[in-house]
């Protein structure tokens, strides 16, 4: 990728009865300086019903700013593919709507991309020493099992596979065949790529995990279908 060219990010939020933290976060990013490169927001609230939409309808939002309302309860995986579809920017990240994870990491997650050494980023939880804590047993379990999985299945080195910080060249991320409609995505995009042999490149990023009481919402039954997942696409799926 040419530095000298325009650069832009399309940062995906995917929202669901966030109204505790959904403002902060449009703040957080807003405040985060790229230099050259443009940003651009993409809110999808997936039929919140806790005053979300409330607050994203009253925002008073910059033009650079879309917000879309589904019309029922679809999942993650649903919104980041609506979203696509608004997308202007040539890097595309997915930001989750609470505050486990800081814009201020953008710079770094981007740079690989900016430089073109890679077309994918993940952020790593588990590669920054300085993380120290999780949102419970099960779920750094969780976490630790579908990274191993997906090193297994797919002979990979990731060390954090379920991250929410993804980060992708546009055209990489569009030319991928995306069905997942909830937590599954994660899953979903890691296997493409690696078996269409893309490397994912990672990087440390800043953890700051909310418990299940806090309004995590990812749980066993996500788990059982990102491992289903893995072996559909390592062992059945032609791509």
């Known amino acids: 990728m040419n530095n000298n060219t325009t650069q832009k990010l399309s940062i995906i939020i995917p929202c669901y009865n966030e109204k505790e933290t959904i403002k902060e976060i449009i703040d957080q990013i807003n405040q985060i300086n790229l230099g ?12 919140s019903t806790d005053g979300t939409q409330d607050i994203l309808k009253t925002l008073n939002a910059p033009q650079n700013h879309t917000i879309l309302y589904n019309l029922k ?5 649903y ?21 486990e994870y800081d814009p201020r990491d953008y710079p770094t997650l981007i740079q690989p991309i ?11 939880r588990v590669r920054n020493k300085k993380n120290k804590t999780h949102s419970g047993v099960l779920f750094y379990l969780g976490g630790l099992l ?21 980060v992708f060249k546009t ?18 995009v890691t296997a493409q790529l690696l078996k269409k ?20 919402k990812i749980g066993i039954k996500d788990a059982c279908r990102a491992i289903y997942i893995l072996f559909k696409y390592r062992l059945f799926t032609q791509l």
């Not at 900016?114 to 077309?119: D, F, H, N, S």
């Open 146 to 166: 579908l990274t191993k999985l997906t090193n297994i299945l797919f002979n990979s080195n990731l060390t954090d596979q379920p991250t929410c910080y993804k």
């Open 36 to 47: 050259p490169i443009q940003k651009e927001v993409i809110i999808v609230d997936d039929y």
């Open 114 to 124: 900016i430089t073109g050494q890679v077309a994918v980023v993940y952020g790593s």
């Open 73 to 77: 309860n679809y999942g993650k995986g």
């Open 79 to 99: 919104c980041i593919r609506y979203a696509l579809s608004y997308c202007t920017g040539n890097i595309i990240i997915i930001q989750d709507a609470d505050l």
């Open 171 to 188: 055209d990489t991320l569009k030319s991928l065949s995306l069905h997942e409609n909830r937590f599954g995505f994660c899953s979903e």
């Open 197 to 216: 042999k893309i490397t994912i490149h990672e990087v440390p990023i800043s953890y700051n995990p909310r418990k299940k009481h806090e309004g995590k």
